[in-house]
């Protein structure tokens, strides 16, 4: 007896460690990249080895990056290609919606802290030049931003975008998402419309796609390994820490929390409000993307990883999760929006200036939208922030001081970023799944209304304890009547 319980406790924990060996290694992975950095950080290496060291965690960039562009455009063309548009319409508006209130909530946790802790009060001798660091010029307007959002959703060139962004008078490296999103959606959707002829391209999407999650399965066993180097690099990186933080503390503290608060308490709130389920039960299943997020402060580069545990741990429907999942990424920027929000009023703070109602309206709207057009990449936001000084008149030349401590505040910004993308996807499986449910259900009414007037025309003796009706088309009744008229006869 004791050896079959000991037989049993053993199968348990192989099964456990099968199921789990990537999480629990991706986790390690980070721990021992900490211990590592620090170890590393005291040896005074060179550039060139800095460079060495920094390589496997370069690759593991690289790799994901190579497979976002892919991903997203197969994915989307094949989600938007596999839903009639109807249901397209309704998950399209339902997420959008999802995304612009949640980021809205988020705003406003932002704001709220920053009044409430005042990050930047009594740090007026707090500037760039005392910190050791370089000022951060912007030059642009912010109808310039709202423009260049216009331009990126509609690219000239698609081959260009798949490469490069377009900003006023700049072209710097970085992958139009915004533009190939709404192309592949729309191009998915004109896919579907074809009927028969497009049935061969929306096959090849298909095997396109699944083609690119295989690549995405091999990646991920790269990920542990390259996450260790990638953490322990940043950290040997690092400048006086203890300076910074001492100095910035109060700014770190007040986005930290309004992430702890937004992604521990709000998403989930809203998540078990739509599905009444547990939401932590759902996140358990997130564990990989999450380290991934926190490892490469990238919302993009942990698509790949997010994509394949949705649907393997969380069993999300694959037309769902690879229709809504690259959009989140690209528009769904809830972490973005709490440390903009307090980052503005904490440079506000900092130059002593009041803010009035209006400015502080206009910090709320300006952050939910330029989110939308954010890159999902490191250090992304700092450009939103000066989009949002710039709408409410404020300075830009403090941004240096958040790029100083953008490195802490990326991380958890990512994380909520990717998990308000996984709750959207399973509260949009679970309605999807609730409609699914109905039409069964009418389409099982019809059929016993169908064949309970077959059996009434057919019958022609009836016992006399049944109530006679006569019976139309089940289209010409509505559900409670049909069913008054399938209990008459039964």
Request: aromatic share 6%; net charge negative.
């Amino acid at each position: 007896m004791e050896k079959k319980n000991g037989h049993t406790m053993t199968d348990s924990l192989m099964r456990f460690l099968n199921r789990n060996m990537l999480v629990i290694m991706t986790v390690s992975g980070v721990l021992v990249g900490v211990g590592l950095g620090m170890m590393v950080r005291n040896m005074n290496l060179t550039r060139a080895q800095m460079t060495y060291f920094a390589f496997p965690g370069e690759m593991l960039l690289r790799m994901l990056k190579m497979i976002i562009l892919p991903l997203v455009v197969c994915s989307l063309i094949s989600g938007a290609a596999s839903l009639d548009t109807r249901s397209l319409g309704k998950l399209g508006g339902i997420a959008v919606s999802y995304f612009l209130v949640t980021t809205l909530i988020a705003s406003g946790i932002g704001v709220s802290l920053a009044f409430i802790i005042k990050p930047g009060v009594g740090a007026g001798a707090l500037n760039t030049n005392n910190l050791g660091l370089e000022s951060v010029n912007t030059n642009k307007e912010t109808t310039d931003s709202f423009l260049d959002l216009a331009r990126n959703l509609f690219p000239a060139n698609l081959v260009a975008a798949a490469f490069r962004s377009v900003p006023v008078g700049t072209e710097p490296d970085g992958m139009n998402i915004l533009g190939l999103v709404l192309f592949a959606m729309v191009f998915g959707v004109a896919l579907r419309k074809l009927g028969e002829e497009g049935e061969e391209l929306i096959r090849f999407f298909n095997a396109f796609n699944e083609a690119t999650m295989v690549l995405v399965s091999w990646i991920m066993w790269y990920v542990p390994f390259g996450i260790m180097f990638l953490v322990g690099s940043k950290i040997v990186e690092m400048e006086d820490v203890v300076l910074l933080v001492t100095s910035l503390g109060k700014y770190i503290f007040a986005s930290v929390l309004g992430h702890i608060i937004h992604g521990g308490v709000i998403l989930p709130l809203i998540y078990f409000g739509f599905t009444r389920k547990n939401p932590f039960s759902f996140l358990s299943g997130l564990i990989t993307p999450f380290t991934t997020a926190f490892a490469t402060c990238s919302s993009s580069a942990t698509l790949p990883s997010m994509m394949k545990c949705v649907e393997e741990n969380n069993g999300v429907d694959k037309r769902i999760s690879r229709f809504i999942l690259p959009i989140g990424a690209t528009v769904n920027m809830d972490g973005a929006a709490i440390f903009q929000c307090v980052a503005a009023v904490f440079i506000a703070q900092l130059n002593n200036i009041e803010l009035n109602a209006g400015q502080i309206f206009t910090i709320l709207v300006t952050a939910t939208a330029s989110s939308v057009g954010a890159a999902g990449i490191p250090a992304g936001g700092i450009i939103t922030i000066a989009i949002i000084l710039e709408a409410i008149g404020l300075p830009t030349n403090d941004l240096s001081l958040m790029l100083a401590v953008d490195w802490i505040v990326d991380r958890t910004t990512t994380v909520v970023n990717v998990e308000g993308d996984a709750l959207g996807a399973g509260i949009l499986h679970h309605i999807n799944q609730q409609e699914m449910k109905k039409q069964h259900l009418g389409e099982e009414l019809a059929e016993v209304l169908v064949e309970a007037v077959a059996n009434t025309q057919a019958d022609e003796e009836t016992s006399p304890l049944v109530t006679h009706q006569t019976l139309g088309s089940a289209g010409d009744q509505s559900p409670r009547e049909s069913a008054e008229a399938i209990e008459s006869v039964l």
